[in-house]
C-alpha cells in the first residue's frame, strides 16, 4: 500500500496539525463499534430539528458535550431521528385515540437501527467520563502485530522511549463501553460495505478498525488493495466484506483531492460538489464521516463556483464558519438522497484536538506536545485548536437534518490526551534541517512551526487513539436501537417450536434410509419480524405456524426444498482442509493419522457437496460469538469425542493461547474453555447414553455389556445447563448379541437382568433420551442434535473389494451413489424415526450416515498410536489390525460439524 504523504500548506501562521497514537484511534473505532451495536438514544447523536420539546420526542441531552461561544462545555441536544413525517401526517381532526396510536407505531419505530444487536443502558452519555489505566486489557494489540499501519504513526518502531500512553481506558461516568468484540464485528461486516471518508484521521481510524478485526482472518482470506488513489480497500474474502478508506478532506471537490500530492499554496473548495467524490461511495452499508482540520487555515476559504476546468474561474471568499456549513449541508443531502436508513447507518467524528501550545494546559510558552507523558487531568479543558464556532455549525445543520446521523464525539476526551501524539517518533518524509534536530519541538507533530515553514502537515493520532475510535464505532453500530437485532441466542424469542412431524422411512429393501431433519423454518413474514394477519377463524392455525418457526441461534433460513445430506463429495484444494493436523494440539493421538505415518493426504481434500443447493460455509466467528456465555456439549461415544476435538481446532485458532484451555473436571467430562467467551465446549463420554458396565472413559472393555433401565439421569445430571447438545449413540449396541437389561442397580447384590433385541433396546434409551430433553431443555433458548451411525467399513465385500479386507489401504471412496454398508443397520434407523416422529421436543437430525459411507479412505486404518504391543502375526497382516472405526483429523468429521453449523444456524 502507498504511503501518504503528510500534507503541506503555507499559511501566514503556518500550524502543524497534532498527531495522536494509533492508542487513541482505537477508542475512536471502540466508539464507533459502541455507537453501531449499542446506539442507543444514550449517546447516538441524530439531530433533529424537533429538539426543543423534550417532553414529546424522546430527546437525548448531550450534556457537557459540544462547545458553544464562551461556555467550554456547551450542549447540543440530540436525538435518534424522529421523523418529521409523524407532524405532517398528524392532523387536528383525527381522534385522540388515533394520534396516540400513531405515536406509539412511531415510538416503535423509532427504538429501531440497522445492525443493533442490543440497547445501550438508560440515560448513559458515554462521551462523558475519564482515563483509566489498564495495563490488563490495553492496548488491545502491539504495533508490531499490524502490518497495516503506516510509518508516520508506528512510534515504538520510531523509538519512542515510552509505552504509558497505550495503558489506558476510557471509562464513562454513569456506564461501562462494552468489549470490542473483533468476532462480532466481522460478523456484522459479512456481505458488507464498511467506508470511513475524510481526511488523514478518518484514514487512521480505518487502520485502526483493520488492525483490531485482522488477526481473526487468515492470511489468504484478507487482502489491502486500491482501485484508484483515493480509495484504499481491505478484503474480506471469506466474509465478502470490505472496510475502505475514501480521501476526501473537504467532503467537497478541492485542489487537495489528491491522495499522496496535496500541498498547494491556497486551497479551494469547489461549491455544492459533494457527488464528485459521492459517486464512490454509494452502495456502502456503514459510513464514518470526518472533516474539519483542512478548513483551519487561519484565512478565509476560497469557494469555486464554477469547475476546476473552466479557463476563468470564478471565486469568493467566505468565513471558515460558512465554508463549513455548506460542508455540512452538501454531505447531508447526500446522505438524504443517496442512503437507505433502514439498512445503513452514517456516522460523523467530531474534531480532533492538536496540543500545539502548552500554554492552553499552563506549560511554558512555546512549548507543545513534544515530550508529554501525561494526560491533562482538568475535567474542563478545551484547547484553542478545537474551534467552537465550528461545533455551532455543527450543531445547527445537525438539528435541523431530515436524517439520523450518529455523532461521535471525541473532542473533550481526547483534549485530554496530549500525551498520546506521534510527536519526533515517526517516519519524517523530509531530512531534518540541523535547526531542527537541535530543537525537536520545532519538528514534532503537534506543534506550531516557524512562519517560514512551508509545511502544514495532518494530525496524526497514535493506533491508541485510533483504537478507541474503532471501539466507539463498534458500540453504536451494534447496540445502536432494536431496529436490527441480531441475536445468536433467540431469533425469534416469541414463538415454540412444534414436535416434529413428517418423516419418510424408506421400505426394508431401501439401502438408503432418508431421514428427514427435524427442523422448522420462518415463514417470510416471520423471518422479517411482521406480524401474521389472520381472520379469527385461522387464528389458532396462525399460532401454530408460530409455534413452528423459532430456533434458538438461527440467524438466517436454509434454502427452500434443500437436503443439505443428499449430494456428493468434490476435490476442493483450495479451501480442504480446513486446518492442519500439526496446527491443532488437541487431537488425540488414536487419530493423529499424519503424524503416526500415513503416506497420502488425498481424504483431507474432499468438500461435501449438497444435491440442489450450496453449504453455508463454517465461519468459525460465529460461531465463537454464538457460544458466548454458553455451553455447548457433546454425548456419547469416541466418534462423538472426535467430532468435539473437530470442532475445538475449527475454533482454536481464533482465541489466543492465554483465552482457551483443555482440561477435565471429572472423568466422563472433558471442557475445553473459551475464557474470553465465558463459553465451554464440552464432551461427555456415555457411550449407550444409559447407565452402563461400560462407562469408564478409558476402562470399558467387559466381556458383556450391561444397560441399566431408565437410568437417563445418571449421566443426564451432568448435561443439565448445556446450551446446544450433540448426542449420539450406536456401535456399542452392536455387540451381535442380545442386549442385556439391568432392571434395578449396579451394587445390587442380586442383579434382575433381561435380554433384549438390539433393536427393542435402542428404542428404550431413545425414549429416555427424548424424555430427558423434554423435561429439561428449553425449546426457546436451546437446540438439541442426534447424529446417526458411522459406518465401519469393515467388510471389503460390501464395496466389491476382495475377501477378507476392510479400509485398511484404501486411498479411494465409493463413487456408487447407492451404496449402503452392512453395519449401517435400517432397522436401527427405522427406531429413531418411529421414536423421533412421536416426540414432542425439537430435535435436529444429522445424518451424516449415506455421506460417510462413501469415505472408507477417511479411517485411520493403522496409522494411530496403537495402546498395546503388537504381535508378530498383527504387523505381519496389518489389516487385522486397522482401525477402520474412527476417522482421521482433519478429515471427514469436519464435515459433520459443518452440517451441524449449517443446522444451527441455517435450519
Known amino acids: 500500500m502507498k504511503a501518504v504523504l503528510p500534507a503541506s500548506v503555507p499559511v501566514n501562521q503556518t500550524v502543524r496539525k497534532g498527531r495522536l497514537s494509533p492508542f487513541v484511534f482505537t477508542l475512536l473505532a471502540f466508539i464507533i463499534f459502541v455507537a453501531i451495536l449499542y446506539g442507543q438514544d444514550y449517546f447516538s447523536c441524530s439531530f433533529s430539528s424537533n429538539i426543543i420539546n423534550l417532553d414529546d420526542h424522546r430527546l437525548l441531552k448531550l450534556s457537557d458535550e459540544l462547545p458553544f461561544d464562551n461556555n467550554p462545555k456547551p450542549i447540543i441536544k440530540s436525538v435518534e431521528l424522529e421523523e418529521r413525517k409523524e407532524k405532517e401526517e398528524g392532523s387536528e381532526s383525527k381522534s385522540g385515540d388515533q394520534k396516540k396510536g400513531k405515536k406509539k407505531k412511531k415510538k416503535k419505530e423509532e427504538k429501531m437501527l440497522p445492525f443493533a444487536v442490543g440497547k445501550g443502558e438508560e440515560g448513559c452519555d458515554i462521551f462523558s467520563g475519564k482515563w483509566v489505566r489498564d495495563e490488563k486489557n490495553k492496548p488491545m494489540y502491539e504495533e508490531w502485530e499490524c502490518p497495516y499501519i503506516q510509518p508516520q504513526l508506528t512510534c515504538q518502531e520510531h523509538g519512542r522511549p515510552d509505552r504509558d500512553y497505550q495503558f489506558w481506558r476510557w471509562q464513562p461516568n454513569s456506564c461501562d463501553l462494552p468489549k470490542f468484540n473483533a468476532t462480532l464485528m466481522l460478523e456484522t461486516l459479512r456481505g458488507k460495505r464498511m467506508l470511513f471518508v475524510g481526511d488523514s484521521l478518518n484514514r487512521g481510524q480505518y487502520v485502526s478498525m483493520i488492525c483490531l478485526l485482522h488477526r481473526l482472518v487468515p492470511e489468504q482470506g484478507k487482502v489491502m488493495e486500491s482501485s484508484y488513489d483515493s480509495l ?35 486551497r479551494i473548495v469547489r461549491k455544492g460538489s459533494i457527488n464528485t467524490h459521492g459517486k464512490h461511495w454509494k452502495g456502502a452499508d456503514i459510513i464514518v464521516f470526518n472533516t474539519y482540520l483542512w478548513w483551519m487555515t487561519g484565512l478565509k476559504m476560497k469557494i469555486l463556483k464554477g469547475s476546476f476546468k473552466d479557463e476563468e474561474k470564478e471565486i469568493e471568499e467566505l468565513s471558515t464558519e460558512e465554508a463549513y456549513r455548506m460542508g455540512m449541508r452538501s454531505m447531508l443531502k447526500w446522505v438524504e438522497r443517496t442512503m437507505d436508513l433502514k439498512k445503513t447507518r452514517v456516522f460523523f467524528t467530531s474534531m480532533s484536538p492538536t496540543h500545539s501550545k502548552s500554554v492552553d494546559w499552563g506549560g511554558e510558552p512555546g512549548g507543545n506536545c513534544y515530550n508529554e507523558t501525561s494526560m491533562i487531568e482538568d475535567p474542563n479543558y478545551w484547547g484553542s485548536d478545537s474551534r467552537k464556532s465550528i461545533m455551532n455549525v455543527i450543531g445547527e445543520e445537525f438539528s435541523k437534518s431530515k ?5 461521535l464525539n471525541i473532542t473533550q476526551l481526547s483534549s485530554y490526551r496530549k500525551d498520546a501524539h506521534t510527536q519526533i517518533y515517526k517516519k519524517q518524509w523530509s531530512p531534518l534541517t540541523p535547526e531542527q534536530l537541535a530543537n525537536p519541538k520545532s519538528y514534532a507533530d503537534c506543534a506550531a512551526l516557524p512562519a517560514s515553514s512551508p509545511v502544514l502537515k495532518k494530525d496524526r493520532l497514535f493506533p491508541f487513539f485510533f483504537t478507541l475510535l474503532a471501539l466507539v464505532v463498534f458500540v453504536a453500530i451494534l447496540y445502536g436501537q432494536d431496529y436490527f437485532s441480531f441475536s445468536f ?86 479451501n480442504k482442509p480446513n486446518y492442519q493436523e500439526a496446527e491443532c494440539p488437541y487431537i488425540h493421538p488414536q487419530i493423529t493419522c499424519q503424524e503416526h505415518g500415513r503416506p497420502d493426504r488425498d481424504y483431507q481434500f474432499w468438500r461435501w457437496q449438497p444435491n440442489s443447493c450450496d453449504l453455508p460455509q463454517f465461519n468459525a466467528s460465529l460461531m465463537l460469538e454464538a457460544l458466548r456465555g454458553k455451553r455447548m456439549l457433546f454425548v456419547g461415544d469416541s466418534l462423538n469425542r472426535g467430532q468435539f476435538i473437530s470442532m475445538v481446532c475449527l475454533l482454536h485458532r481464533l482465541v489466543p493461547e492465554n483465552g482457551k484451555s483443555m482440561k477435565s473436571s471429572l472423568d466422563s467430562l472433558t471442557v475445553f474453555h473459551l475464557k474470553d467467551y465465558n463459553a465451554t465446549i464440552e464432551f461427555y463420554w456415555a457411550p449407550l447414553l444409559l447407565e452402563s458396565n461400560s462407562d469408564n472413559p478409558t476402562k470399558h472393555r467387559v466381556p458383556h455389556r450391561i444397560v441399566r433401565k431408565n437410568s437417563i439421569n445418571t449421566h443426564g445430571k451432568h448435561w443439565k445447563g448445556a446450551d446446544i447438545v450433540v448426542f ?36 428404550m434409551a431413545m425414549k429416555n433420551m427424548l424424555k430427558w430433553v423434554e423435561k429439561n431443555m428449553e425449546p426457546k433458548k436451546t ?34 451413489p447407492n451404496y449402503w454398508g452392512s453395519d449401517c443397520r435400517k432397522s436401527i434407523m427405522r427406531v429413531i424415526d418411529e421414536e423421533f416422529s412421536q416426540s414432542k421436543v425439537p430435535l435436529s437430525f444429522l445424518n451424516i450416515t449415506q455421506l460417510s459411507n462413501y469415505r472408507k479412505d477417511a479411517h485411520t486404518q493403522i496409522y494411530k498410536k496403537q495402546w498395546s504391543p503388537l504381535t508378530p502375526e498383527q504387523l505381519a497382516d496389518p489389516k487385522s489390525y486397522a482401525d477402520c472405526l474412527h476417522w482421521c483429523l482433519p478429515g471427514l468429521q469436519d464435515t459433520w460439524n459443518e452440517l451441524l453449523f449449517a443446522k444451527l444456524f441455517y435450519p
Not at 476526501?248 to 500530492?261: C, H, K, Q, W
Not at 436524517?403 to 455523532?407: A, E
Not at 389472520?534 to 434454502?559: D, I, M, N, W, Y
Open 489 to 574: 441466542n433467540n431469533l425469534h424469542h416469541d414463538h415454540h417450536v412444534l414436535p416434529p412431524s413428517d418423516r419418510d422411512l424408506p421400505p426394508s429393501d431401501d439401502p438408503k434410509p432418508p431421514i428427514k431433519s427435524v427442523d422448522f423454518e420462518a415463514t417470510e413474514e416471520e423471518e422479517m419480524g411482521l406480524t401474521l394477519a389472520s381472520e379469527p377463524r385461522e387464528e389458532k392455525e396462525t399460532k401454530k405456524r408460530e409455534k413452528a418457526v423459532a430456533l434458538p441461534f438461527a440467524v438466517g433460513k436454509g434454502e427452500e426444498g434443500c437436503d443439505i445430506f443428499s449430494g456428493k463429495w468434490v476435490r476442493d484444494e483450495k
Open 403 to 407: 436524517v439520523p446521523i450518529s455523532f
Open 232 to 266: 484504499t480497500i481491505f478484503r474480506l474474502k471469506d466474509y465478502n466484506a470490505t472496510i475502505e478508506f475514501y480521501w476526501a478532506p473537504f467532503l467537497l471537490e478541492s485542489n487537495s483531492d489528491n491522495a499522496v500530492i496535496h500541498r498547494v499554496s491556497d
Open 728 to 763: 449420539n449413540t450406536y456401535i456399542w449396541w452392536m455387540s451381535g448379541y442380545k442386549m442385556r437389561i439391568l432392571k434395578g442397580s449396579f451394587k445390587d447384590e442380586v442383579q434382575e437382568i433381561e435380554e433384549m433385541s438390539t433393536e427393542e433396546a435402542y428404542r
Open 783 to 816: 437446540r438439541v442434535f442426534f447424529t446417526s451411525m458411522s459406518p465401519t467399513h469393515a467388510k471389503s465385500i460390501d464395496w466389491a473389494g476382495k475377501p477378507g479386507g476392510n479400509c485398511y489401504g484404501e486411498t479411494t471412496m465409493i463413487d456408487d
